[in-house]
């Protein structure tokens, strides 16, 4: 099925379960109740599983509060890799440490240790190294990256964003959903699933029937769909890390 606008997305769900001929989005209470269907079934099906097609896109990190820190933009749904420039102008893969790991390695330097930087984080004090380019990274505050080190004599007051590369898995883009000609950013694959299940919703939502033929048609279409997603692979030294945004 080619990809279809969200008009015709109404339209052909409208004609499915015999609506009155639909020539423009909210002309009528049954036209608004479709369309707000079709758009809430597009959105369970971008987060009933992790889709490959949102999956290993290019972003940076922006700047942060700390020295250490990088803050996630809110496009980022599952960070995958981090990588950061090195003072060489090589690009280091971080590795990924969980919370407490990191807390224990930040936690092992003496403040008074040269070539070193306290810094607080909700009270707790982190002492980085700042003569070494960072090696791991870690997830604090739900929003921001923390990393180990910096190198002082080309970053004098902490990691910058512009000098990581992050591969992440992002949410789908709804900017224009409200318009007509607004085409879904998915893959021309997954319209046909999305319709069958948009038709099989709007019996049961708008007509409080059930239509078993359409929802066998939406199983299967959903089954075939998540079979021929492609297997990821993680970068090493990297962990995908979901934190529930």
Known sequence: MPKKTLLEMVKEVGAAISSDEIDSLGETVESEDIQTLVLAQLEDLVTRQDWEFLKDKLSVLNDGTHSISLNIPDVVSTLQTVRYKCIDNSYRTLTYLDPLDYLHRMQQLKTTEPNSDTVTVNGVVLVAKTNQDPRFWTILNDDEVFVDAYDSSRDATGVVGAQSVILMTGYLD???????????????????????????????KLRQVEDPREERKARRQYVSQSRDEATFKRDEGSQRVNYGR
């Open 174 to 204: 709804y900017t224009g959903n409200d318009q007509p000609t607004w085409i879904a950013p998915i893959p021309e694959k997954l319209f046909t699933l999305w319709l069958q299940e948009c038709i099989a919703e709007a019996f049961v």
